[in-house]
């Protein structure tokens, strides 16, 4: 059974930074790409970033492009997500998702197999 488990989250000041990671037990992770999502408060599903299964590929969505940096781990089954200047509308939980294809993730998250159960990051003074 494959599970992916996110840790890193938490409680940041504006301008800080946190790196989220998610583990993926169960299946070898350099067989798929990956992708972060985030939903807000009151907010639906949004796209954040994805990754090729060798992580040469990546895409971004515009609001965190240059703040956020999305990479991978294949030898630890482990997938991150770096983020920088971090500001209260970064406030979300934010899930890691596992795609069906080597290739880069969709901006869809209907298109991806598995996900986490999400880890919070609240950006507050």
């Known amino acids: 059974q494959v599970q992916l488990v996110e840790s890193g989250g938490g409680l940041v000041q504006p301008g800080g930074s946190l790196r989220l990671a998610c583990v993926v037990v169960?299946?070898?992770?350099?067989?798929?790409?990956m992708g972060w999502f985030r939903q807000g408060p009151g907010k639906e599903r949004e796209f954040v970033a994805t990754?090729?299964?060798?992580?040469?590929?990546?895409d971004y969505a515009d609001s965190v492009k240059g703040r956020f940096t999305i990479s991978r781990d294949n030898g630890q089954n482990t997938l991150y997500l770096q983020m920088h200047s971090l500001n209260p509308e970064d406030t979300a939980v934010y899930y890691c998702?596992?795609?069906?294809?080597?290739?880069?993730?969709?901006?869809?998250?209907?298109?991806?197999?598995?996900w986490g159960q999400g880890t919070q990051v609240t950006v507050s003074s």
């Open positions: 998702a596992r795609t069906k294809s080597p290739g880069l993730g969709s901006r869809w998250h209907w298109q991806y197999q598995y």
């Open positions: 169960g299946e070898y992770l350099s067989s798929f790409g």
């Open positions: 990754i090729d299964w060798s992580g040469d590929s990546t």
